[in-house]
C-alpha cells in the first residue's frame, strides 16, 4: 500500500471514528461504526490479507454491529443534555483525552520506519488454511468464549425487552 492509498483511507476513517466518539445520537454514532469496519476492511484488503477482510466485513461490520443495533433499538436511548453537563465527566473525559495524547505522541516519538525495514510475512498468510489453523489450535477457547458471550448479550437484550 502506498502513501496517497493510506491517507486516502485514512482521512476519512478517522472523521467517521470521531463522528463515532462525538455525535449525540446512538444510531448515528453505530451507524458511524459500521464504515469504519468497512474501512478497515479495506486495509486488510490493500495488505492481501482477503479473509481477514472478508471476516472484518461479515463478523463485525455486519453480524456485531447489527446486534449493536438491535439493543440500542430496544433499549430506545434518549438524549439527556443535562448528563453530559457534569463537571465530573468532562473532567475525566479532558483526562482521559491528554493521556492519550501523550501515549500516541510517545509511541510515534519511539518508532521510525526510515529505521526499521518491513518484516517479512510468513508463506500464506491471510489464506483461509492459515486462518483457520491459528483460529482452531491456538485460539480455540477464546474463539469459544466469545460465541458464549455474544449468546449472552442476545438472551439480555431479550430479557430487556421483554419489561
Known sequence: MDLLTFFMLAVPLVLFAAVVILHPSPVYSAMSLVVVMSFLALYFFFLDAHMLGWFQIIVY?????????????????QNDPQEHQQPSL??????GGAVLIAELVFLFSRSSSS???AAELPEGFGT???LSEKLFTDFLIPFEITSILLLIAAVGAVVLAKR
Do not use: C, D, P, W
Request: proline residues 0%.
Open 115 to 117: 529505521e526499521k525495514a
Open 128 to 130: 483461509v488454511v492459515a
Open 90 to 95: 468532562r473532567t475525566a473525559s479532558r483526562i
Open 61 to 77: 461490520a455486519g453480524s456485531i454491529m447489527v446486534l449493536f443495533l438491535f439493543v440500542i433499538m430496544l433499549l430506545n436511548l
